[in-house]
């Protein structure tokens, strides 16, 4: 498959930030190859920076310092950041005798936040909630047997893993409920082994001994952002464009790099060489598809749907409710305005083909950059539908107009 253009991604979101918040921890430099210029992560720099490490970029290079200084107080900005609220929350509830406030945007004050709340409290952390203001002073926390729900957001869990070196006993964590995202608490586990912590993870349960510390690999390279590579991977499997990707998709940590993997079973096809993923458009079936594990990329899934030759079910899609945007009701309105019949019960949503080209309308991302990525590859199918709130891509993918303009139509 010959390649129209080959495209270097930028560093993974999620482990960027789940490097960022280990580095807290750190007393000597980091550095860290392959950043990204995503809002969101420019947010969790920012919001450290403020902890008292100095943090300077060239070229792809991040490189993180300690100063030993640390302010009192403060007063953090987290925008629309779920990724930074759940995890800047629960590390400064450790930051000893410190006074942070967290001031929620509008959309976050309508994201789940009281389970987490809930279990720091347990522990002993100092944490005041008012009209979705939080205001945190640190302390020690003891750890211990938690019981956690695991079926709204994994990113709960992750949070209280990343600041295990500051618990006072050990952290049992019993996970309730069906584990949505698991992959994504696979990835924080694998990133904090590569610092230095045995973490015991077996079927529902998390052991961490106490006493453990963080140890300084000095440089960490980050994988490309594979999510992000989904909407140029699906782009290839609709388009008439190959789409060739670099990075070593076997090794990598990001549960979203088995999208592929769904191409495949589509019939898309999926070539790879050397250092490259490769899509091309071939044809697409309907098909069964559980997405507990890839819950980023639903969006994307329906998008190709509405181009297989067959209804497709999309299945263990309801904690998705409760992203940026409620994505189901969000995916299910959208369709519908388009002409397409789609169905949401049962958990699953079940999409049925477009017969013809649909409507001129307007497609409602909700400032949600899933929405706005995926409507964007409609759009570049029919360029007469309109999407709204456009800007939100670079909350995680800010090359994406650039990119897909370079493809042309």
């Known amino acids: 498959m010959k390649c129209d253009n080959i495209i270097t991604l930028a560093g993974s979101k ?23 210029h995503a809002s969101d992560i420019v947010t969790m720099k920012e919001n450290i920076s403020k902890l008292g490490l100095k943090i300077s970029e060239k070229d792809k290079n991040l490189t993180i310092i300690p100063t030993g200084k640390s302010p009192r107080k403060n007063i953090l900005n987290i925008n629309d950041s779920g990724t930074a609220y759940r995890f800047l929350l629960a590390r400064m509830c450790t930051k000893k005798d410190k006074l942070t406030k967290i001031k929620p945007s509008a959309q976050l004050k309508k994201r789940p936040i009281k389970p987490l709340v809930k279990i720091l409290r347990s522990m002993g952390a100092k944490i005041e909630v008012f009209n979705s203001n939080i205001s945190i002073i640190g302390t020690k926390l ?15 869990i992750s949070a209280l893993l990343l600041i295990a070196p500051d618990y006072e006993h050990d952290l049992i964590l019993n996970l309730q409920g069906k584990i949505v995202s698991k992959s994504y608490i696979d990835m924080t586990i694998k990133i904090m082994r590569d610092f230095g912590i045995t973490i015991d993870f077996t079927d529902d349960k998390i052991l961490i001994k ?7 690999p000095d440089k960490y390279i980050v994988e490309p952002d594979y999510s992000s590579a989904c909407y140029l991977w699906a782009l290839g499997a609709i388009s008439e464009k190959n789409i060739c990707i670099k990075g070593r998709i ?31 458009k071939k044809f697409i079936k309907g098909s069964n598809f559980d997405m ?8 994307t899934l329906a998008i190709l749907a509405l181009f297989s030759d067959s209804k497709m079910v999309i299945e263990n899609v309801s904690h998705l409710k409760y992203k940026e945007s409620n994505r189901v009701k969000a995916l299910v309105t959208n369709f519908k ?16 083909p477009l017969k013809k080209s649909p409507s001129k309308v307007t497609l409602f991302s909700h400032q949600d950059h899933r929405l706005a990525l995926s409507f964007s ?7 007469y539908l309109k999407v709204t709130d456009i800007d939100a891509i670079d909350k995680s993918f800010p090359e994406f107009r650039d990119l897909i303009t370079r493809f042309g139509s």
Request: proline share 4%; aromatic share 8%; no cysteine.
């Open 14 to 36: 999620s482990i960027l930030n789940r490097l960022l918040i280990i580095s807290t921890y750190l007393d000597s430099k980091l550095k860290i190859t392959n950043t990204s």
């Open 142 to 156: 003891q750890g211990g047997t938690q019981d956690i729900p695991a079926n709204l957001s994994s990113q709960f």
């Open 210 to 216: 106490q006493g453990q510390k963080y140890q300084n």
């Open 250 to 280: 076997e090794d990598s940590l990001q549960p979203d790099s088995n999208f592929l993997k769904i191409l495949m079973q589509i019939g898309a096809r999926v070539e790879f060489e050397k250092n490259l993923s490769k899509v091309s």
């Open 292 to 299: 507990i594990d890839m819950p980023d990329q639903v969006p």
């Open 337 to 352: 305005n388009l002409g397409v019949e789609i169905y949401y019960d049962k958990n699953n949503l079940r999409i049925h």
């Open 377 to 383: 590859l409609l759009k570049y199918k029919y360029s």
